[in-house]
């Protein structure tokens, strides 16, 4: 018999500790009901005297086959499962087909849980895969045409400048005030990001303004409406305001990078938790018209921050006229 997903968890907290033996690896897996409602989750654990997140995780390894699947080779099963035990505490009151479902999704994209590439939130009872901006990060890097990524803010302090019109890198420059206290520094003012590809091409900087940030937060983010409806007012946009002006920021850039179905879905899964709507990870055909738009928009943003390919255009020629017959030739032609 393997030992059970729980004593996995554990070897990879604590390597040195002493595992249980086969004979002795006892999965309490079947003792709880396959539909239980969270309130049951949370009673089976109280009632065990055990821990919440290890009842809540002995209850997930059922699904340990379709976690397998989920997961790309890269990302140890062990470690993505250390993270979920940790964030299981505040996620035992949603409703086990939404937690098993946002785990999921989270592992189709082989994103670890662990707040900085990805987040599993609960909203109600409902729990919602949340990509950061990390993962997001991530998710460019694996298309293999970017070689770096840049997310900052400028404070009132900083120096820095932005002119579009510019050829790159001058269009866009950015000198953090470091040496000054951050009361000197002041409120940040910009949000922006750009990358460069393994081409050496840069692409355009996106920039958001505080303004735009809060406009992007009322009209797309139903977490936040009803946190705010609510009094609770413990949706990201409140209690991280920054971090997802950055992850917005960010965000915009799909449309001026190579694109990967992949990230595609992303972004889709994304704003689906954000609406409140089912996470569905789309299958890359049904993204292809998606990947089109993008790829051309990168092309004509790259295109835009070549130097060379905005001095040197082909002179315009004129267009040949046909020769016109004298009379004579065309009465020998009519003979």
Do not use: N
């Not at 001058?170 to 000054?180: G, V």
């Not at 355009?204 to 936040?224: C, G, H």
């Amino acid at each position: 018999m393997a030992l059970s997903l729980k004593d996995r968890v554990r070897a990879v907290a604590d390597p040195t500790a002493e595992q249980p033996t086969v004979e002795a690896t006892v999965t309490r897996a079947a003792d709880i009901p396959a539909q239980s409602t969270p309130d049951e989750l949370h009673t089976s654990a109280q009632g065990e005297g055990g821990d919440v997140a290890d009842i809540a995780l002995t209850w997930l390894e059922r699904y340990g086959s379709e976690f397998t699947k989920a997961l790309p080779s890269h990302i140890d099963t062990g470690a993505f499962f250390a993270a979920v035990r940790a964030a299981l505490p505040g996620l035992v009151r949603c409703t086990p087909a939404s937690l098993r479902q946002a785990l999921l999704t989270c592992a189709r994209f082989g994103l670890v849980p662990d707040g900085r590439h990805a987040v599993i939130r609960r909203e109600g009872r409902q729990a919602v895969f949340v990509p950061m901006a990390q993962g997001y990060v991530e998710l460019m890097y694996r298309s293999g045409r970017v070689g770096s990524v840049h997310v900052g803010m400028v404070h009132e302090g900083d120096e820095w400048s932005f002119e579009p019109t510019a050829p790159a890198p001058l269009d866009f420059t950015h000198k953090p005030a470091l040496t000054k206290s951050k009361a000197e520094r002041g409120e940040p003012i910009l949000a922006y990001a750009f990358a460069w590809m393994e081409s050496g091409a840069r692409s355009q900087v996106i920039v958001l303004t505080r303004e735009d940030a809060e406009e992007i937060r009322d009209q797309y983010s139903q977490a936040y409406q009803q946190a705010q409806q609510s009094g609770a007012k413990d949706s990201f946009w409140h209690t991280d305001f920054f971090a997802m002006w950055r992850k917005s920021a960010l965000r915009r850039l799909h449309k001026v990078v190579p694109m990967s179905a992949e990230l595609v879905a992303l972004l889709k899964a994304d704003d689906a938790g954000d609406a409140g709507q089912v996470q569905v990870v789309h299958a890359p055909a049904e993204e292809a018209h998606l990947l089109v738009e993008a790829e051309e928009a990168h092309k004509r943003a790259e295109g835009s921050q070549d130097p060379m390919a905005a001095r040197v255009r082909p002179l315009p020629r004129k267009r040949s006229q046909p020769k016109r017959q004298s009379r004579q030739s065309r009465k020998g032609a009519r003979r």
